[in-house]
């Protein structure tokens, strides 16, 4: 009896450390989407600033008022700043699909069970999808 009061203990322990480390899991995930889509809009708006600098910097070149130089750079900061906001936007969604596999969210059974909605019944029957 002893025996199982001190394994329901660490059992139950063992349960709570779960929980934290999931808390833990999803809080900092979704600290890291947070700060990862003011991320994006950041960069999106970087984007908009060096394509305008590009802009003026082709017509400053088109005009002799600037040699080619300033508009390869401008090129350059155009397309950093698209690689930026790729990189940053990619970031988000994988942060977004941490939050997901740290709550238990598969999209894939998710898709698989709107899939089976709409298939016979026999195979309704032998693929189940738990929910």
């Given at each position: 009896m002893v025996e199982a009061r001190g394994?329901?203990?660490?059992?139950?322990?063992?349960?709570?450390?779960l929980q934290l480390a999931i808390t833990r899991?999803?809080?900092?995930?979704?600290?890291?989407?947070?700060?990862?889509?003011?991320?994006?809009?950041?960069?999106?708006?970087?984007?908009?600033?060096?394509r305008e600098n590009l802009d003026m910097a082709e017509k400053r070149y088109i005009a002799g008022l600037n040699d080619i130089i300033e508009y390869?750079?401008?090129?350059?900061?155009?397309?950093?700043?698209?690689?930026?906001?790729?990189t940053t936007y990619y970031d988000y969604l994988t942060d977004l699909a941490r939050i997901d596999n740290s709550t238990g969210v598969t999209p894939e059974l998710e898709t698989r069970a709107k899939k089976l909605e709409s298939g016979s019944e026999e195979e309704q029957k032998f693929c189940q999808v738990p929910e």
């Open positions: 394994r329901l203990r660490e059992v139950q322990a063992a349960l709570a450390n899991e999803v809080t900092d995930s979704y600290l890291r989407a947070d700060e990862n889509r003011e991320g994006v809009d950041i960069a999106d708006e970087t984007l908009g600033l060096a390869n750079e401008a090129q350059l900061n155009f397309i950093r700043s698209q690689s930026s906001l790729v």
